[in-house]
């Protein structure tokens, strides 16, 4: 099985400022059909989480461009370019190429 | 608009039963396979629970394997959660979640429901 390990744990970010999230795998996340399915969720608190970014990269309708994502085979990376403050809650990210389906432990991002 | 609506959840006793429904709308449901994914109190996301879009194959997290079933009725536009032998660490929401792409079993989650909660507890 894969697993997936997020850092940092925690976040605490001037608004304005960028952040960045750590995702690796510990196995390579590149599918037989070439795509790599590694996407990222937001869980604001009470709610439940929505895909920012899938295949990597792709930002998904509606999600500010602010957000990318980046990376190849066990390593990749979520970046806010400017944090604001709906930007609060944790942070995911989940490998979809195999199963079982496998998320990070999660990072929350905080507002100083 | 796209929507999936969880019931079902409840306190139960451990070794209890529960089922839980998904009804699901604004979206040809018989082409998208469908999973479960929770979440324990305070912690993280765990995959449950996936089934094809025709129902023909399902697939379980080891954590539930013998003890939950999965399920579908195209004619209803409704996923189901069949759980039995409740343990107190099943206790968590449970939420269901459609892929963004059809047909594909594997995919990102672009649609989730609110949750549903079970507490399993004597």
């Known amino acids: 099985d894969i697993v997936m390990t997020q850092t940092p744990l925690s976040l605490s970010v001037t608004p304005g400022q960028p952040a960045s999230i750590s995702c690796k795998s510990s196995?390579?996340?590149?599918?037989?059909?070439?795509?790599?399915?590694l996407s990222w969720y937001l869980q604001k608190p009470g709610q439940p989480p929505q895909v920012l970014i899938y295949e990597v990269s792709n930002r998904l309708s509606g999600v500010p461009d602010r957000f990318s994502g980046s990376g190849s085979g066990t390593d990749f990376t979520l970046k806010i370019s400017r944090v604001e403050a709906e930007d609060v809650g944790v942070y995911y990210c989940?490998?979809?190429?195999?199963?079982?389906?496998?998320f990070g432990g999660g990072t929350k991002v905080e507002i100083k | 608009e796209v929507q999936v609506v969880e019931s079902g959840g409840d306190l139960v006793q451990p070794g209890g039963s529960l089922r839980l429904s998904c009804a699901a709308s604004g979206f040809t449901f018989s082409i998208y396979a469908m999973t479960w994914v929770r979440q324990a109190p305070g912690k993280g996301l765990e995959w449950v629970s996936s089934i094809t879009n025709s129902g023909g194959v399902t697939f379980y997290a080891d954590s539930v394997k013998g003890r939950f079933t999965i399920s579908r009725d195209n004619s209803k536009n409704t996923l189901y959660l069949q759980m039995n032998s409740l343990r107190v660490e099943d206790t968590a929401v449970y939420y269901c979640?459609?892929?963004?792409?059809?047909?594909?079993?594997?995919?990102?989650?672009?649609?989730w429901g609110q949750g549903t909660l079970v507490t399993v507890s004597s």
């Open positions: 196995q390579s996340l590149l599918h037989s059909d070439r795509k790599t399915y």
């Open positions: 989940m490998q979809n190429t195999q199963l079982p389906i496998a």
């Open positions: 979640a459609k892929p963004g792409i059809p047909m594909r079993i594997v995919a990102h989650f672009d649609n």
